[in-house]
């Protein structure tokens, strides 16, 4: 049984990257996989060597016969399944589709965030009609889909990422003794680390700060606004392909974030039993941390985050209780889930 997949490339560090990989490779024993791609480069994430990925863009192409190779791909490789990663790209990328191939829209971004242009209004809804399952990350999501479009509330299946790190091998013990605060992404204004600086200036801890997953020109600017405002205790790296090390070697998790969907860093952080602190105007965040994080007003914004980060740093007993938190709650994000409800999806 076949299945294709359709991303914008595979090079890219995102959580979107890491998921589509983490799923072949745990469906590459039952199906045959193809990955189309916009973008020529080697997969940033570990990606088995049977997985084959199909090169679509060309500029000689018209949109006409991008669409045309897709056919051909979905055809010749007799796919079942195929499934794309961004409803507001599937209405360009679906004008051909074989009868016999059910599309799936595995959505990544958040509704109420996504972008607002006419296009992708139309491509979402487009999405809805077109695909047979919908599959979200988050309850929040699915509510807010059912009343984006009345369609998806039949359609709809909700899959939280998973842990994808081996849990057995997971070093869970008590890590405040680190003393040290993580935080990850690769955009500094929409994971808000801007507001973190300002919460870390306010803040005055002698713990440290660690930033990782930034580009050669994040790491620059951060840098800048880190040497203007004399910021103490802070250390920036680049992305990775093994963050397990940042996990182990941390004690609390900080998600400054003005956006996220179901943030993948945020539900493996606590694996790693760290707590968190989060703002909560995110429902599908809020869903994710379960008594496991402290919530701070979003629209205090740094005073409210840096009275987090000084509150979890000095006190040991609530440390303790928001660690044992997590731990318990990273439960439901179990690979055996994961793998067990897409395998009901594509029966």
């Not at 929409?190 to 930034?214: M, N, S, Y």
Request: proline share 2%; glycine share 2%.
């Amino acid at each position: 049984m076949s299945i294709v997949f359709l991303i914008s490339d595979l090079k890219n560090s995102g959580g979107t990257q890491r998921m589509l990989c983490f799923l072949c490779n745990i469906l590459i024993e039952e199906f045959e996989i193809n990955i189309l791609v916009s973008r020529k480069g080697e997969s940033f994430f570990n990606l088995d060597s049977r997985v084959k990925i199909v090169y679509l863009q060309n500029k000689k192409l018209s949109h006409f016969y991008r669409n045309l190779k897709i056919y051909n791909v979905l055809k010749n490789s007799k796919a079942k399944y195929y499934i794309n990663l961004d409803s507001n790209s599937l209405l360009l990328n679906s004008l051909f589709i074989p009868r016999f191939t059910k599309v799936i829209l595995w959505e990544h971004f958040s509704l109420s965030t996504n972008f607002k242009k006419l296009l992708f209004t139309i491509s979402r809804h487009y999405s809805v009609f077109r695909c047979n399952k919908l599959v979200l990350l988050s309850n929040d999501e699915i509510q807010a889909w059912g009343a984006y479009n009345y369609l998806s509330k039949r359609k709809s299946k909700l899959i939280y990422n998973p842990v994808s790190a081996n849990v057995k091998n997971i070093y869970k013990f008590n890590k405040r003794h680190f003393k040290t605060f993580l935080a990850v992404g690769n955009n500094i204004e929409v994971k808000g680390f801007d507001i973190l600086l300002k919460a870390w200036q306010l803040a005055k801890t002698e713990w440290k700060l660690k930033i990782v997953g930034l580009d050669e020109y994040q790491i620059s600017k951060l840098s800048l606004l880190i040497k203007e405002r004399n910021l103490q205790n802070i250390e920036l790296y680049s992305k990775v392909k093994n963050i397990d090390y940042f996990y182990k070697s941390s004690s609390v998790f900080l998600l400054p974030s003005r956006k996220e969907a179901t943030p993948l860093v945020l539900i493996e952080s606590q694996a790693y039993g760290l707590p968190g602190v989060v703002f909560n105007h995110l429902p599908s965040v809020l869903e994710l941390v379960d008594d496991s994080s402290l919530i701070v007003n979003f629209n205090d914004q740094e005073q409210a985050f840096s009275d987090a980060i000084k509150l979890i740093a000095n006190d040991s007993y609530l440390y303790e209780r928001l660690h044992m938190a997590a731990l318990k709650n990273v439960e439901k994000f179990s690979l055996e889930n994961f793998k067990q409800n897409w395998l009901k999806i594509l029966d």
